[in-house]
């Protein structure tokens, strides 16, 4: 299983970002996907999931309305567009997935930082 995040960067506050993840070496269609991010001197915490067959959903309170997250199952990529970003949401943004009988996995990390 691999997971690759892309998308990174530094972005004035009120900004946007586009993070991409490119999973291989699993059904990507059939598991539900989640995006994370760890801020400095934090823990590291959801920022959203979607599930395999985009029935469901879910956003930390902090993101909703700002933040979406989408999949492209032909592709096995999974997307978390950031509007309106604001300092505070400066942290490394984690792509997970749990695959039942064998585990989690997590991608490498992109850093996204909120600065003017």
């Known amino acids: 299983v691999q997971l690759v995040e892309s998308g990174g960067g530094l972005v004035q506050p009120g900004g946007s970002l586009r993070l991409s993840c490119a999973a291989s070496?699993?059904?990507?269609?059939?598991?539900?996907m989640s995006w994370y991010r760890q801020a400095p001197k934090k823990e590291r915490e959801l920022v959203a999931a979607?599930?395999?067959?985009?029935?469901?959903?879910d956003y930390a309170d902090s993101v909703k309305g700002r933040f979406t997250i989408s999949r492209d199952n032909a592709k096995n990529m999974v997307y978390l567009q950031m509007n309106s970003l604001k300092p505070d949401d400066t942290a490394v943004y984690y792509c997970f997935t749990n695959i039942p009988r064998r585990g989690g996995y997590w991608g490498q990390g992109t850093q996204v930082t909120v600065s003017s």
């Open positions: 979607i599930t395999s067959l985009d029935d469901a959903i």
């Open positions: 070496g699993f059904t990507f269609s059939s598991f539900a």
